[in-house]
């Protein structure tokens, strides 16, 4: 009987359109089984789901950067095949001339290497987190690119990069969305 049911609620939310999916919008934070624990190092996953869109076209994936902050110290980027990854320390330090955030990068190679639109990819980090527990914001951009008429490159952004809640409107070549964002604990 509940079998039934199951099915029959899950038929009904197929016809109304209701999909029991994340929301493939944005770039999820993932630490997939590893600790949260205020203190310790641990691993993260930035998973995008999907590329940028351009007058009806959709285009994959060529850079992929995030922000990590000096509450997650200095990370140690995964390997990607196809991709070469900077880490670049912030030219802003504390009082103790530690870097406020490192910038990762990870670049395709060449366009073969690029992630195809609709495509869920997870980019990995090597972090260890401070000592108090808090909420960390992750900015992260993803660029992909077209050609224009004179054959030149035009990129296209996706930042996700606002953390107070706000929104920001679409421009012609950008989309704004919230950071992912990980709480620590005690």
């Not at 029991?20 to 944005?26: D, E, I, L, M, R």
């Not at 089984?33 to 999907?50: C, E, V």
Request: charged content about 15%; glycine content about 8%.
């Amino acid at each position: 009987m509940r079998r039934k049911i199951l099915v029959a609620i899950s038929v009904l939310a197929l016809i109304m359109g209701i999909g029991v999916y994340p929301a493939s919008a944005h770039v999820s934070m993932q630490p997939k089984g590893y600790t949260l624990q205020a203190g310790q190092s641990s691993r993260i996953w930035l998973s995008l789901g999907h590329g940028c869109t351009y007058r009806t076209y959709k285009y994959g994936t060529s850079v992929f950067v995030v922000q990590v902050p000096s509450a997650a110290g200095k990370p140690t980027p995964e390997f990607h095949q196809g991709f070469k990854t900077s880490v670049v320390a912030s030219t802003t330090v504390d009082v103790n001339k530690v870097p406020d955030y490192y910038t990762v990068t990870w670049t395709a190679k060449a366009k073969s290497w690029a992630i195809d639109d609709g495509t869920f990819y997870d980019f990995g980090l090597k972090v260890t987190w401070n000592k108090t527990p808090q909420k960390i914001n992750f900015p992260t951009t993803q660029i992909c690119y077209t050609t224009k008429a004179d054959g030149s490159k035009l990129p296209l952004y996706l930042n996700w990069l606002i953390t107070d809640g706000s929104t920001k409107p679409s421009e012609e070549t950008v989309e704004w969305g919230a950071a992912p964002s990980i709480t620590t604990i005690p």
